[in-house]
Structures are given as C-alpha cells and as structure tokens.
C-alpha cells in the first residue's frame, strides 16, 4: 500500500515562527535536552520583551533563558546567519546574552552559564564533523596548570574550573550530516534538521511532538504560502552560491591555464637562452678563446664562464 509522505516545516523557519509560542517549548526544549545532554526547560524567549535593535536580529537569532533540573539559569542564543563575519556575530550575541537581558538588580552569579547553539545551513570553517563543541579553560603559561575557583567559588556558582563560567559554543554544520540512517537520539535531530523529514522510529526528546505539529499540511493557507516563498527564497540563494562557486572555479581556472602557459613560455625561453649561452662557452673555449674574450661575447660573469667550461 502506498503511503504517502509527509512534508514537515524546515526547522530554520519553524524556530522563527512557530516554536516561539509557549504551546510549543516542548520541541525546542527536546532539541536542546538533546543537544545538551541534560533536561533543559524554558523560561521564556528574552526578544519578546522588545529588545532586539532590528528587524534583522529577530528574523536571524533567537534568545532562551532556559534553566535545568537543578535549577541553574541558561541563555542560549540559537542562530541562522548567511553572513562571512559569522563569529564575530555570535561573539556579539552572546555578549548581548549578558548585557542585555539581565535585569540591573540581578547579582551577575545567577547565570551559571551561557551556551550558545549556532544552525548553520552553509559552509563555515574546514572540518568534516557536523557538530563541533567548543569551551574555555585556563592554564598556567609556565607550569600548564588549570586555573581552579576557590571554594567559597565553587559553592556559588556550582562548578569547579574559572573556565566554566565562560561561554560555551556549539556549532551543528548542518550540511556536513551523511548518515542515512540516524542512530543516537542527537543523530535524529540533525537528520531533521537537514532533511526535514522524522522517520516514525525517531524517539528523541521532541520530535513526537515535532512530527504532530510541524507538519506543513496543517499549516494555514496565508502560513503555507510565506513558507514556501521562505523555502524557494532559501533554494534560490543556494543556486546563486553554487552558480558562483562554479563560476569562480571556471575562471580560476582559465587564469591558471593562461598563467602556467605564459610562465611555461618564458621559462622555456630561459631554458633556451641557457642552452645556448652554454654551447657558445662550450665552442668558444674549444676554439682557443680566453675567459676574457668569452665574457666579452655573451656578457657573462668569469664565474659562470669557468662552471661551463669545467662541466
């Protein structure tokens, strides 16, 4: 019996639309559980309370502050940037994380720790892994120590190391995923998130969900047709980077054929005027002529001349 396939809503334009609504924190909390490896929940999406600077930072970026089982606070900032100054965008993100979301009677101790989750639907970086984990640490310069917090330290913000209190970063290259099959509960997230298909053996926190609601036939009219002028606008802009990359390649190429045979030309020039200075040394010498009279001819230095005529 043929069944028919689901299409499902691409995650880049559901995180900025759909799962900003409360009824659905479930799915995004699933995703970053998962990512996470630890029961996250969230708080509420920190740009509703109006301050993003742009239209272009709420379409690009989403804000979370979110907390875990033992209560510690989170802000997560996930993004979806076309740009070539990307890290630099994250740096800034996840410094407005700090200034710009927490209140000023706050004590900075309570955000135990930020993270900031990147999806990235283009190429970013050399690398082969689809998800790259980074964080800090501090070592000693002489001795390569690690810089511990003392105890007093450790009680108040519940971690050992000063560098665990920095930032911690992750980056899913989305594209970079070639597994057919998704094995770990990770795996089925970042398959999702490339193919926008679930297959009914997923099992990873929210994508049950995620396989009720994201599913583009329940969309509204007005909803499904902004979605599939995102999806062609995202097709398009693909086609256009591709187009150039081979465009870019082509030419390249043409330059370096051009080049090498200009190069190949001249150097075979050389090649030749070599050749040639050395068979008049060679005739010259054995004809009788003196080094003087040989540097006279072919304007060579005495020490050339003597390396021809010993070779």
Not at 86 to 110: M, P, Q, W
Not at 119 to 144: A, M, P, Q, S, W
Request: proline share 2%.
């Amino acid at each position: 019996m043929y069944m028919k396939k689901i299409n499902y809503i691409r995650f880049d334009w559901a995180i900025k639309r759909l799962l900003r609504q409360k009824a659905n924190y479930d799915i995004l909390e699933g995703f970053l559980s998962t990512v996470l490896n630890e029961d996250i929940r969230i708080k509420r999406i920190l740009d509703e309370e109006g301050k993003i600077d742009s239209v272009d930072d709420r379409i690009n970026r989403i804000g979370l502050l979110a907390e875990n089982s033992a209560g510690e606070l989170y802000i997560i900032e996930v993004q979806n940037n076309r740009e070539p100054d990307f890290f630099h965008r994250v740096l800034c993100g996840i410094t407005k994380g700090v200034t710009d979301y927490i209140s000023e009677g706050n004590a900075y101790g309570r955000v135990k720790k930020l993270y900031c989750i990147n999806i990235i639907y283009f190429e970013l970086g050399l690398g082969k892994d689809c998800v790259y984990h980074g964080h800090t640490k501090f070592r000693g310069i002489h001795g390569n120590d690690v810089l511990w917090l003392t105890e007093s330290s450790r009680k108040q913000l519940v971690c050992e190391a000063v560098g665990d209190v920095c930032p911690e970063y992750y980056f899913l290259r989305v594209d970079n995923f070639d597994k057919k099959t998704p094995v770990t509960q990770p795996d089925e997230w970042i398959y999702f998130l490339k193919t926008s298909e679930i297959p009914e053996t997923a099992k990873a926190k929210g994508l049950p969900e995620a396989r009720e609601r994201l599913r583009v036939d329940k969309m509204s009219d007005s909803d499904r047709a902004t979605y599939n002028a995102h999806v062609e606008a995202q097709r398009y802009q693909r086609s256009v980077i591709k187009t150039g990359r081979i465009e870019g390649l082509e030419e390249g190429e043409a330059i370096g054929l051009e080049k090498g045979e200009k190069i190949g030309l001249e150097k075979g020039k050389k090649i030749g005027q070599e050749k040639t200075f050395v068979e008049i040394v060679q005739n010259a010498h054995r004809n009788g002529l003196t080094v003087e009279q040989i540097r006279a001819i072919t304007q060579l230095d005495e020490e050339q001349i003597r390396k021809i005529i010993e070779s």
